[in-house]
């Protein structure tokens, strides 16, 4: 007489523990990733700061090209650009790079020297003809 012996039957997946296991190492993974990528408010400022910067020099460049003055407008919650056609201001819309934004962190408290009347937008016009270099700074920094 011929006895059949069944082998151990072969498991297939994962255990719970394991799946757990895999589970806590993707959260410690991706906690480490998003806190190395996050900026602090003085980052985010700065980054937003310079990207103003920069943008300040396209539209300034964007007198120069279209012959006409260009603006750069701001309030507490963003800034845009502008174009003077026609004895009258316009929102520059042709141009992705000087769309609308918001600031990284807003409302902004927003200054000027000469100062400007309280409540009322900042703006900076740019000329076709040349003008000295000008700045951005951290008011912070300078009066700390």
Partial sequence: MTHLVSSPKRQRGFTLLELLVVLVIIGIMLGAVSFGTMQSSRQQLQTDAQRIALLMQLVREEAIVRNSPTAFEANQNGYYFLIRNENKWERINDVEML??????????????????????????????????????????????
């Fill in 99 to 144: 769309r609308e934004r918001e600031f990284v962190r807003s409302p902004m408290k927003l200054s000027m020297t000469p100062a400007v009347r309280s409540g009322a937008g900042l703006r900076i016009v740019f000329f076709r003809q040349w003008m000295e270099d000008w700045r951005l700074f951290d008011a912070e920094r300078s009066l700390g």
